[in-house]
């Protein structure tokens, strides 16, 4: 497993930066039209849905961002691994970011708990 970062394609890498600075429209961008979101077990379809999504989710907490590592899982996926520390119940959470792409664009994204 690479956890080299720099080889993370760049939409992975642009995408997650937008996303760090909860800029919600930049990260968007990224998806294709009929992305599918999952987060926690909550699903949303599609761009619009999905910036909704990004610009809402957590945002009545504060919080850090560390990027923790990445790997390539196959040819279209990719996981990043964040660590998040703030004001949201438990403090602390590390969580994968599951990247499916299709050409340049995210087609998936699965955000979960990261195994202990």
Same mark, same amino acid.
């Given at each position: 497993? %690479? ?8 939409? !992975? ?6 996303? #760090?600075?909860? $800029? ?9 039209? $009929? #992305? !599918?979101?999952v987060d926690q077990g909550e699903t949303v379809r599609g761009r619009e849905e999905a910036h909704?999504?990004?610009? $809402? ?18 040819? *279209?996926?990719? #996981? #990043? %691994? !964040?660590?998040?520390?703030? *004001? ?18 995210i087609a998936e994204l699965v955000i979960a708990n990261h195994p202990a």
């Open positions: 497993m %690479t956890q080299h970062t720099d080889l993370i394609p760049a939409t !992975v890498r642009e995408f997650f930066a937008a996303h #760090v600075a909860r $800029d919600a429209g930049t990260a968007s961008s990224f998806f294709t039209d $009929d #992305v !599918v979101l909704a999504f990004l610009r $809402d989710a957590g945002s009545e907490f504060e919080y850090t961002t560390e990027q923790l590592g990445a790997h390539r899982a196959d040819d *279209t996926r990719w #996981v #990043v %691994t !964040v660590r998040l520390e703030g *004001t949201f119940p438990g403090g602390v959470a590390e969580l994968d970011y599951r990247f499916t792409l299709r050409g340049d664009r």
